[in-house]
């Protein structure tokens, strides 16, 4: 591998560990609220104005129903989100963002706005499409390897 292909691996690697870093400090701080990594995407999974089934949104997470449950529970517990029954079918329990919830919901996407800004800084519009074509491909290959 070549020094410039292996300082790009390194500073991927330092990048992600220092964004879920960051992202927790950012949000835990700003709101106040005892909330890890795990906590926060899932809140950011169930979305500001969605009611999601625990099926669908364990599939959207990808983990188990057994997992969703717990991270849920202790949701519910520290009051980020609530459960509700289907008014079409009672036996269908779904989920959806309290206030608090979708408070951390939003300073989420603060962050990530801010992240991208941060990324793409004043790069012109060609530079962007790098940047972009670039996550496309890492995208892929993360893809490629859940298969």
């Known amino acids: 591998m070549s ?9 991927l690697v330092e990048a992600f560990e220092g964004i879920l870093k960051t992202e927790n400090i950012f949000i835990v701080e700003r709101l106040d609220y005892d909330l890890s990594m795990t906590e926060i995407h899932t809140i950011a999974a169930i979305g500001k104005n969605h009611l999601w089934m625990m099926s669908k949104l364990a599939g959207q997470l990808h983990v188990t129903m057994g997992t969703l449950t717990v991270m849920v529970n202790n949701l519910v517990k520290k009051g980020f989100v609530e459960r509700y029954k289907s008014e079409k079918d009672r036996r269908i329990v779904e989920v959806g963002l309290t206030e608090s919830g ?20 004043d790069f012109d519009e060609g530079e962007q499409a790098v940047v ?6 890492l995208q892929d290959f993360i893809v490629k390897d859940h298969e």
């Open 102 to 121: 979708r408070q951390v919901y939003d300073m989420h996407e603060f962050f990530h706005e801010n992240l991208v800004d941060a990324l793409i800084g």
């Open 3 to 11: 020094t410039v292909k292996y300082a790009i691996g390194q500073k």
């Open 132 to 137: 972009s074509q670039a996550l496309k491909n």
